[in-house]
Nanobody, 120 residues
C-alpha cells in the first residue's frame, strides 16, 4: 500500500506565497519522478512541475519564474514553493509520483489533492 499525503494548500491573496508538500509512504524501493499537477475549476488537469530523483526539473510555462519544485529523497517528499500567486493559479493541486517496486516495476500514484485559492 502506497500513500501520497499532501499539505500546504489554502487561501491566499494575489501576490502571496504558499508551499505545498507531499510525502510518500508505503512499500516501494525508490521514487523516480515526483511532481505537481493542478486542475482549475472546469478545466482538465495540467502539469505544473516535475523533478527527477537526480534533481532535474521541468516547469510549465505558467510556473516558470514563480514556482520552485524541490525534493528531499531521504524523506520521500516533494515540495512546491509558489510565489507571486495569481487568481488564475486557483486549482486543486495534485501530487504525482512514479514509484519503483522491489521487483523493479514502476507505478504512478496520485495524492488526494489540495485546494489552492488565490483571491484578487
Amino acid at each position: 500500500q502506497v500513500h501520497l499525503v499532501e499539505s500546504g494548500g489554502g487561501l491566499v491573496e494575489a501576490g502571496g506565497s504558499l508551499r505545498l508538500s507531499c510525502a510518500a509512504s508505503g512499500s516501494f524501493s525508490s521514487i523516480d519522478v515526483m511532481g505537481w499537477y493542478r486542475q482549475p475549476p472546469g478545466k482538465q488537469r495540467e502539469l505544473v512541475a516535475i523533478i527527477t530523483s537526480g534533481g532535474s526539473t521541468n516547469y510549465a510555462d505558467s510556473a516558470k519564474g514563480r514556482f520552485t519544485i524541490s525534493r528531499d529523497n531521504a524523506k520521500n517528499t516533494v515540495y512546491l514553493q509558489m510565489n507571486s500567486l495569481k487568481p488564475v493559479d486557483t486549482a486543486v493541486y495534485y501530487c504525482h509520483a512514479l514509484l519503483i517496486t522491489p521487483i523493479s516495476r514502476s507505478y504512478v500514484y496520485w495524492g488526494q489533492g489540495t485546494q489552492v485559492t488565490v483571491s484578487s
